[in-house]
């Protein structure tokens, strides 16, 4: 028989390089978020790929960014942390995306690190086939990457090879959970990221920014429905009332579009109930941080 292998590979970049959509290609399964709102994803989320000769645990971090508030230095510190924690470090770049001074601070801090590095260039159904090469050219030139893998994890081109390749890598070592688990997020935290997945595609300028979303209860009938209520938080009375949209239309959209991920998540019939409140500035407040799970405990 030959050995089980296992091992922990960070997912790291800029803000909407693709990140939460490579995890969710991967486990073939949505349990991340995903938007073209820049910092969508706001703490460390781990995914399970599991076979018979392998497991690899993915973590998906907080695109790295200048923050401009307690929460966006919470979430650029979890995505920093965890490169001293895995085997393998897979450095996420746009491929129709220009290289600026991001690429350059994330660059500087991969110099520091022993742990192998992947390049992964993702959306190349962007880019002309004759860019590809100087693009790769280019970035082999600023930094030694064990491997560079174009990949598009929207079109899941090129996943197969990049899991095949990270086996390569990993060591010898034990199945860290069950076989049929893809997640640690507790079922509450995937259904509160799922509504403000919503509320981001459905709201515009601030809006996206301002919003946590809190579970309050998940309660099974015994006719098999499942009750889920939840508060979306904003930080302005202003902001309230575009989040219930006129004639509360825009918040019963988002009611409709989270309910299709939970039951898909839980496998059972939801009825989902939301309020809207608002918490004044809750981003650079400690305690309501804590609450909403940004702290860097959790993340």
């Not at 706001?42 to 790295?64: A, C, L, M, S, W």
């Not at 959306?123 to 970035?139: G, Q, R, V």
């Not at 997020?185 to 509504?195: K, M, N, T, Y």
């Amino acid at each position: 028989m030959s050995e089980y292998k296992s091992g922990f590979v960070t997912i790291i970049g800029r803000p909407n390089v693709g990140k939460s959509t490579l995890l969710n290609s991967v486990l073939g399964q949505k349990i991340a978020i995903m938007s073209d709102k820049p910092q969508t994803t706001r703490n460390k989320i781990q995914g399970f790929y599991t076979t018979e000769d392998v497991q690899i645990v993915f973590i998906d971090t907080p695109g790295i960014h200048k923050p401009k508030h307690k929460l966006g230095e919470m979430m650029v510190s979890a995505a920093v942390d965890t490169l001293k924690e895995v085997d393998v470090i897979l450095y996420m770049v746009d491929a129709s995306a220009e290289f600026g001074r991001g690429e350059e601070f994330i660059l500087n801090r991969l110099e520091k690190v022993r742990t192998p590095v992947f390049l992964v260039i993702n959306k190349i159904d962007l880019l002309a086939k004759e860019k590809l090469l100087p693009l790769i050219e280019e970035y082999r030139r600023r930094h030694a990457f064990q491997e560079i893998i174009p990949v598009s994890a929207l079109k899941e081109d090129n996943i197969d090879q990049l899991l095949k390749t990270l086996e390569q890598y990993l060591s010898e070592g034990p199945q860290y959970y069950p076989p049929d688990m893809i997640t640690d997020q507790p079922e509450r935290a995937v259904i509160a990221e799922f509504i403000r997945e919503k509320v981001l595609h459905l709201t515009r300028d601030e809006i996206p920014h301002s919003v946590a979303v809190e579970v309050t209860e998940v309660k099974d009938r015994e006719n098999g429905l499942v009750d889920v209520d939840a508060i979306i938080y904003v930080e302005r009375d202003s902001q309230k009332g575009i989040v219930i949209g006129k004639k509360g239309e825009l918040l019963k959209e988002v009611g409709r579009l989270a309910r299709i991920d939970a039951e898909k998540l839980l496998g059972s019939k939801i009825f989902l109930t939301l309020w809207v409140k608002v918490k004044k500035d809750w981003r650079n407040k400690d305690v309501a941080l804590r609450n909403f799970g940004y702290d860097n405990k959790h993340m």
